[in-house]
């Protein structure tokens, strides 16, 4: 049973235009999502985090939206670069004890912006 | 500069034999995990250790072992390799849950 889902693997946008990344979930325990950045060859880096007591986020060109009773959150990238570019993860975090806590990813949305 | 260390970058592996892939970060955190990148599959969580001297089952843990005798290092070991085990291994560390995960730069493993 998939708890994130991202339902499009691919997603091509023009240069300066914006870029929707679309996420679902259906466990209502988590209490933070993230988004993640994948190149070619290196880690997942962390791009941006929203508390599931919040509805938006931003941070520059990224923002983060959360609708928790669709329990659907989106990553909106205004405007988008040749440089996006790249696999972006959605992830939710469940507390799993102490000050720790687990992420569930999805399966990721492959970014392609076209100069 | 703080972060992951994983080691090997890459491995071509036979099919029965015993690997371990290191994981070392310098940032004091408490939390560490495993995770394995396959494509259509995303990152699944392999195992993880909340702190020193405890480990914990994620999602795909059949095959694989870790322990995690200090805070700096989490090694992850395949006992005995099958080639469904071919993956790209990701270790990540993480503080608290909203600065989210750092992770290492991956370990590219092909069981043969």
């Known amino acids: 049973d998939q708890q994130v889902k991202q339902n499009s693997p691919s997603l091509s946008v023009q240069e300066g235009r914006i870029s929707i990344l679309n996420c679902d979930y259906t466990n209502s325990m988590f209490d933070y999502f993230l988004w993640y950045k994948k190149y070619p060859a290196e880690g997942p880096t962390f791009l941006i985090s929203?508390?599931?007591?919040?509805d938006k986020n931003e941070d520059g060109r990224f923002t983060v939206f959360l609708n928790k009773s669709a329990k659907h959150l989106s990553l909106h990238i205004v405007p988008s670069q040749p440089g996006d570019s790249a696999v972006y993860f959605c992830a939710a975090s469940l507390f799993s004890g102490g000050s720790n806590y687990k992420l569930t990813f999805g399966k990721g949305t492959l970014l392609t912006v076209n100069p | 500069i703080a972060g992951i260390t994983q080691a090997p970058t890459s491995q071509i592996l036979a099919a029965g034999r015993r690997m371990t892939l290191r994981c070392t970060q310098d940032?004091?955190?408490?939390?560490m995990y495993w995770y394995r990148q396959d494509l259509g599959l995303g990152l699944r969580l392999i195992h993880y250790?909340?702190?020193?001297?405890?480990?914990g089952k994620g999602e795909v843990p059949d095959g694989y072992s870790v322990s995690r005798a200090n805070t700096d290092d989490f090694p992850l070991t395949l006992a005995s390799a099958v080639p469904s085990q071919t993956s790209v291994y990701f270790c990540?560390?993480?503080?608290?849950?909203?600065?989210?995960?750092?992770f290492g730069s991956g370990t590219r493993l092909t069981v043969v």
């Open positions: 940032m004091r955190h408490n939390a």
């Open positions: 929203i508390s599931s007591i919040k």
């Open positions: 250790s909340n702190t020193a001297g405890t480990t």
């Open positions: 990540a560390s993480s503080p608290d849950k909203s600065g989210g995960y750092t």
